[in-house]
């Protein structure tokens, strides 16, 4: 077959003179597929399917709001002859870290970019871990409440005291340095190293009745900075549409939690002190009334007012059970001092 005869089957016209080829009547007006609208929609939405997919699905597979109670702190986190108390600081902050990943300084490009619950309750840990810390560094780590600060518990509370939501890239200056969880790792090295210098006696830790005192008195500071938090919440009720109700609900229930876990390991600790001041009664309405915090899991967190019949308001009760666990605490700091 000539190529003339190939031409003329395939509907290929040559133009006189410069050979030019003549598009074929069956191609004529049809649009490339990024011209066409339908097309071009069609790619949009499947775009759009797979980032709500990958976000949605993916926030909800990852979402781990870890509140176990049972939680105990195990090696390196707690040497033989070492504080419970210590320990169990770097063991939460171990497990939010390094077990569960760190959540809050993750940035668009991670599926968890855009989940807030667990953000949120892992930097209620962290706030109440750190308030534990200035307390034992200001306080409890020195001979008497004398004496230079442990240098191990003066880093650490320094690693912790570093912002939460900072990723490799940052928006500020210096925009380009080490990420949150960089520092919270550095801490919680220290705070194992501390603990580790207690079990060897080579460092202050001195469970007596005033360093107990101190240490409750702050955790009940920690939680009446939680307890304002909900009362300025409430005070623009936005019922089941409040986006912003389970930011502080699960931020609060986060301090609660790591509060309940360093009072059950401090209540070893101080075992003998508790018993011969008779306030075990106390201390166990005090970590009740923080288990009943804990043991809230609303499937949405909604912030109705104060007359709703049909809104509940779950800020409203997680801060009635946060007031009376700060009552016993005063109630407990009380029988300490007498």
Not at 98 to 126: C, F, R
Request: aromatic content about 10%.
């Amino acid at each position: 077959m000539t190529w003339a005869a190939i031409k003329n089957s395939l509907g290929i016209k040559s133009s006189s003179g410069h050979g030019d080829v003549a598009a074929s009547p069956a191609l004529e007006g049809k649009k490339p597929w990024f011209k066409d609208v339908g097309s071009r929609l069609s790619v949009l939405i499947a775009l759009f399917a797979l980032t709500q997919a990958y976000y949605g699905l993916g926030a909800m597979l990852l979402s781990t709001i870890d509140d176990n109670i049972s939680y105990r702190p195990s090696t390196p986190d707690l040497p033989a002859g070492g504080s419970q108390a210590v320990a169990m600081v770097s063991a939460l902050m171990n497990r939010e870290v390094n077990v569960h990943g760190w959540k809050p300084s993750q940035p668009w490009l991670y599926a968890s970019a855009y989940m807030d619950n667990m953000p949120n309750y892992q930097q209620g840990i962290l706030l109440t871990s750190r308030a534990f810390l200035l307390e034992m560094k200001d306080y409890v780590a020195r001979l008497r409440g004398t004496g230079g600060t442990d240098p191990d518990l003066d880093q650490a509370f320094s690693d912790f005291s570093y912002a939460p939501d900072v990723w490799f890239f940052a928006a500020r200056f210096p925009f380009l340095g080490a990420s949150s969880p960089h520092f919270y790792r550095d801490g919680i090295s220290h705070v194992r190293a501390y603990n580790a210098r207690v079990a060897n006696h080579q460092a202050v830790y001195e469970p007596r009745v005033d360093t107990l005192s101190a240490v409750i008195n702050r955790l009940s500071l920690s939680l009446g900075d939680a307890s304002n938090d909900i009362k300025l919440r409430m005070a623009s009720p936005g019922g089941l549409l409040d986006t912003k109700a389970d930011d502080v609900f699960y931020r609060t229930k986060g301090q609660a939690y790591a509060a309940l876990m360093l009072l059950q390991a401090m209540r070893q600790d101080y075992d003998r002190i508790i018993r011969d001041r008779a306030a075990a009664n106390v201390w166990a309405a005090m970590s009740d009334e923080l288990k009943s915090i804990v043991n809230m899991k609303p499937f949405i967190v909604s912030n109705g007012s104060s007359d709703s019949t049909l809104v509940a308001n779950h800020l409203a009760i997680e801060g009635v059970a946060l007031e009376r666990a700060r009552q016993r605490m005063r109630e407990l700091q009380n029988i300490l001092q007498q």
